[in-house]
Nanobody
C-alpha cells in the first residue's frame, strides 16, 4: 500500500517556475514507477510525465517536454516535478500516482495509487 501527498502548488506568473513534491509512505515506493498527471476544469486528466523506479528513465508529454523535469529521491520517498517557463495553459490540479511496477507509464489505468492533487495556477 502506498499513500501519496502532493505539495508545492500555488499561483505563479507566466514564465515563472514551481517545484511540486509528492511524498510517499509505504515500503514499496522504491520499486514503484511514478507519474504526474494534471486535470484542468472541464477536461480529462492528462499525462504530464513519468519516471521509473531508479530515476534513470523519464519521459514527458509533448506539451511539457523541455520545460518540466521529474526526479525522485528514494531515500526520502519523494518524487518531484520541476516546472519552468510556465504558461497559462499549465493551470490545473496536478496529481502524482504510483504503480505496482518498476517502470513508468503514460496511461492512467496503469496506476494503482493516487494523491489528492495540488492546484497550480499560472496567471498571464
Amino acid at each position: 500500500q502506498v499513500q501519496l501527498v502532493e505539495s508545492g502548488g500555488g499561483l505563479v506568473q507566466a514564465g515563472g517556475s514551481l517545484r511540486l513534491s509528492c511524498a510517499a509512505s509505504g515500503r514499496t515506493f522504491s520499486r514503484s514507477g511514478m507519474g504526474w498527471f494534471r486535470q484542468a476544469p472541464g477536461k480529462e486528466r492528462e499525462f504530464v510525465g513519468t519516471i521509473n523506479w531508479s530515476g534513470g528513465n523519464a519521459y514527458y508529454a509533448d506539451s511539457v517536454k523541455g520545460r518540466f523535469t521529474i526526479s525522485r529521491d528514494n531515500a526520502k520517498k519523494t518524487v518531484y516535478l520541476q516546472m519552468s517557463s510556465l504558461k497559462a495553459e499549465d493551470t490545473a490540479v496536478y496529481y502524482c500516482a504510483a504503480r505496482r511496477h518498476d517502470s513508468g507509464s503514460s496511461y492512467r489505468d496503469d496506476y494503482d495509487y493516487w494523491g489528492q492533487g495540488t492546484q497550480v495556477t499560472v496567471s498571464s
